[in-house]
């Protein structure tokens, strides 16, 4: 059997936005697992299911990333309860419906912007100045194939994608000599609730794609996130690192 890759992050705290369920979760886990404090922000905190193992977070703070003032007060809660922070995994997201660009409601548009880009950046902005006074950090973001591809039928998530891709390439060349990595990982499809969003059709298609013939798990995008986060990624920053079965083709 092999042995589980492990981290020291022993001493390390971590925030993982939409940590209460999906990928979000399985990355908490996993760095929880490797010694990490963790603090999740989410905006449902039910979402956490506490019956499942053993993986309690130091804190769930109820947090909307589409709103600066929720992130800086999710932000002074999490450094009262656990002084410090060391790494931020920008991971909360939705997808909204599967319809073309014109049919969609400009509120959506909106909406899927403001939580999967705008969220992002508010998050970043909210931790960067703490995480360069303490000179180390690692900020992991969690983008989509879609962002690279251009998904129809998802055009807002896509752009949405997109723009944290970029957006990740922005914050790492600003930060390079500050201690601080930011990093994308871009999944294809993991089987999460993430999928009630979408129809059947779109899920078969967006398979087809990959070359490996199956879904990531969860716990193949904590392993990796686990590593960026960790000082064994240390000459790496601004890049976005696929788990896409073969999909990625740049
Ligand atoms: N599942 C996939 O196939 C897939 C593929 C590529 C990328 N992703 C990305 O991975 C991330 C996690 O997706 P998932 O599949 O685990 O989804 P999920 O729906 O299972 O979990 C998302 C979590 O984010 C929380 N959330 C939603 N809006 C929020 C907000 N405004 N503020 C704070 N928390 C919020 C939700 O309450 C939920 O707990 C998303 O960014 C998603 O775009 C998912």
Not at 122 to 139: D, F, K, M, N
Not at 182 to 205: C, K, R, S
Request: glycine share 10%; net charge negative.
């Amino acid at each position: 059997m092999m042995t589980p890759v492990r981290y020291d992050f022993t001493g390390r705290t971590a925030v993982v936005t939409g940590g209460a369920r999906g990928i979000g979760r399985a990355i908490g886990e996993r760095l929880a697992r490797d010694g990490a404090r963790v603090v999740v922000w989410d905006l449902d905190p039910k979402h956490f299911d506490s019956t499942v193992n053993d993986y309690r977070p130091a804190d769930i703070v109820a947090t909307d990333v589409a709103e600066p003032s929720s992130v800086e007060d999710a932000f002074a809660r999490t450094l009262d309860v656990v002084g410090h922070l060391d790494i931020l995994v920008n991971n909360a997201g939705i997808n909204g419906p599967i319809v073309s660009a014109w049919e969609l409601d400009p509120k959506i548009w909106q909406r899927i912007l403001d939580v999967n880009l705008n969220g992002v950046y508010h998050a970043s902005r909210a931790v960067v100045p703490h995480l360069l006074e303490r000179g180390q950090g690692r900020i992991v973001n969690i983008a989509s194939m879609a962002g690279k591809d251009g998904n129809a039928q998802q055009s807002a998530y896509s752009v949405s994608k997109a723009g944290v891709i970029a957006f990740t390439k922005s914050l790492g060349k600003e930060l390079a000599t500050g201690g601080v990595t930011v990093n994308a990982i871009a999944p294809a499809m993991a089987q999460t609730e993430l999928f009630a969003q979408m129809t059947p059709e779109h899920i078969a298609a967006g398979k087809a794609k990959i070359p490996m013939q199956r879904y990531v798990s969860v716990a193949e995008i904590a392993d990796l996130a686990a590593w960026i986060a960790s000082d064994e990624c240390s000459f790496t920053t601004g890049f976005t690192f696929d788990a896409s079965g073969g999909r990625a083709t740049y």
